[in-house]
């Protein structure tokens, strides 16, 4: 089993759907999480880190669910711009690797 | 502006040759990784340093090597024993300071001739 999984896309939707992105890890020593989007052929940035309560950044939702080992982000109102891959990413405190899913590809038609 | 910088954009090696890839932050990030993807595929960790004069191999380190003589400099050699090397390399920093977050380089396009 991977370390960490996603849907495996690609998801289509028209602009202004709501779509939601889900990602599985294994090690339950995981702490720290996030979601990085990837443009094509560019480096992943930064989207969001995901908290324990989860948080919301204006069209963006993240929310952690450590019993399920399952992290999900919800994008609302989907923009033409927001095409991208979106990357999930867990860490734990005992290492110092960060572990890598391996994206959901996501298009937003007109 | 703070920020990582990755050099060449672009690197063309032929077989049987060694290059190196570059790495700089001014971040003042402690820790440096340097990944690989392949199309289509997610990141895999290289090699990564938590300290100056300290390196660990990650996942597919074989056919790659390292050094971290300075806390802003993390460099990549593709050795000739990496006999698949055409891929999309990308380094990151990250600090407790941040929040552990990684921060990434623009990454270098490596193809073989």
């Known amino acids: 089993r991977k370390e960490v999984e996603q849907d495996p896309g690609p998801f289509n939707v028209p602009e202004g759907a709501t779509v939601a992105f889900n990602c599985t890890y294994s090690n339950s020593a995981s702490q720290s999480f996030f979601w990085y989007r990837q443009d094509c052929r560019k480096e992943p940035k930064l989207l969001m880190s995901?908290?324990?309560s989860g948080n919301e950044d204006g069209r963006f939702t993240a929310q952690l669910n450590r019993a399920s080992q399952y992290i999900s982000l919800l994008i609302r109102d989907s923009k033409l711009s927001d095409s991208a891959t979106y990357l999930c990413?867990?860490?734990?405190?005992?290492?110092?690797?960060?572990?890598f899913g391996p994206g959901t590809r996501l298009s937003v038609l007109p | 502006d703070g920020g990582i910088t990755q050099s060449p954009k672009y690197l063309f090696r032929k077989e049987g040759q060694n290059v190196t890839l570059s790495c700089e932050q001014n971040?003042?990030?402690?820790?440096m990784y340097w990944y690989r993807q392949d199309p289509g595929q997610g990141l895999r960790l290289i090699y990564y340093?938590?300290?100056?004069?300290?390196?660990q191999k990650g996942d597919i380190a074989e056919g790659y090597s390292v050094s971290r003589e300075k806390k802003e400099s993390f460099p990549l050699t593709v050795t000739s024993a990496q006999k698949n090397p055409t891929a999309f390399y990308l380094c990151?920093?990250?600090?407790?300071?941040?929040?552990?977050?990684?921060?990434f380089g623009p990454g270098t396009r490596l193809l073989v001739l």
């Open positions: 990151a920093s990250s600090s407790r300071a941040s929040g552990e977050t990684q921060y």
């Open positions: 995901v908290y324990s």
């Open positions: 340093s938590q300290i100056v004069n300290d390196f």
């Open positions: 971040l003042n990030h402690d820790a």
């Open positions: 990413v867990v860490k734990d405190n005992y290492g110092q690797n960060f572990v």
